[in-house]
């Protein structure tokens, strides 16, 4: 307890899954957190659940694909809590994820874009004087093993995600400097619950998929806090050992 004592933090896509694990685990270990997400109703549950247990919470309506808002939900953050010291970037829109290469149109693919990279890059811009200031700013950017792998027909999908490992190392070379880290998690999660039907489990050595609140969000702790302070530029993956060595 106590890890993020002091700190303040944006988790962005925090309404679900990963990003509300990490949003309730950064509140324990003492954050102030800002609560992300496209839906007002959505982010008030999880700000809700975090004042229930005693932490520190601000709900913010943000679509991650309008620059706009990215802005204005920065400029609210700093407006509460006067300085942010952890960016999270967990936002994705999964509905056109699916393509293969052949069929693959620049809209479809621009829209990943636009929720993925284009987005983390844009926090990431506003977000830096801030980082900056902290004197130990610390960003976790999430990828995915799929496009580690190039998991056939998820064309658009890969290369957004692969686009935010090149933005993750080439920011982490830039703004080393200014004592920030800049890291990337490329995690195999189970985030559709009980109710998803016929998934089979991943091919891994574990053979399971990882729990959001069990698996995941304790790494996205460790990169947010003191103990990862000289690591940077790298993608750790959570992921039961399904693309072992692959990644590095």
């Known amino acids: 307890m106590g890890r993020l004592d002091g700190k303040v933090a944006i988790v962005t896509g925090a309404s679900r899954g990963i990003g509300r694990a990490?949003?309730?685990?950064?509140?324990?270990?003492?954050?102030?957190?800002?609560?992300?997400?496209?839906?007002?109703?959505?982010?008030?549950?999880?700000?809700a659940d975090i004042v229930e247990t005693g932490g520190t919470a601000l709900g913010v309506v943000c679509d991650v694909g309008e620059a706009d808002q990215i802005m204005i939900a920065v400029d609210?953050?700093?407006?509460?809590?006067?300085?942010?010291?952890?960016?999270v970037n967990n936002a994705?829109?999964?509905?056109?994820?699916?393509?293969?290469?052949?069929?693959?149109?620049v809209e479809q693919l621009q829209r990943n874009f636009d929720t993925g990279p284009i987005a983390y890059l844009r926090f990431m811009q506003a977000s830096y004087p801030y980082l900056k200031e902290s004197g130990e700013g610390r960003i976790i950017n999430f990828g995915s093993m799929a496009g580690?792998?190039?998991?056939?027909?998820?064309?658009?999908?890969?290369?957004?995600?692969?686009?935010?490992?090149?933005?993750?190392?080439?920011?982490?070379?830039?703004w080393?400097?200014?004592?920030?880290?800049?890291n990337n998690i490329l995690p195999i999660a189970d985030t559709w619950g009980a109710a998803a039907k016929d998934?089979?489990?991943p091919a891994s050595p574990l053979a399971r998929f990882g729990s959001p609140e069990n698996d995941i969000a304790p790494v996205v702790l460790f990169l947010a806090s003191k103990d990862?302070?000289?690591?940077?530029?790298?993608?750790?993956?959570?992921?039961?050992?399904?693309?072992?060595?692959?990644?590095r």
């Open 22 to 47: 990490t949003a309730r685990l950064f509140a324990a270990e003492g954050a102030k957190v800002a609560v992300l997400s496209r839906t007002a109703e959505s982010v008030e549950r999880v700000v």
């Open 76 to 87: 609210k953050v700093v407006a509460a809590y006067g300085r942010i010291d952890i960016l």
């Open 92 to 105: 994705f829109d999964g509905s056109a994820v699916l393509s293969s290469i052949i069929d693959l149109s």
């Open 148 to 174: 580690t792998l190039g998991l056939v027909g998820y064309g658009p999908y890969n290369m957004a995600k692969e686009a935010i490992r090149a933005l993750t190392r080439t920011a982490a070379r830039e």
């Open 176 to 182: 080393g400097a200014d004592n920030i880290t800049v």
């Open 199 to 201: 998934v089979p489990p």
């Open 228 to 247: 990862s302070q000289f690591i940077t530029g790298y993608s750790l993956t959570p992921d039961g050992g399904a693309i072992i060595d692959s990644a």
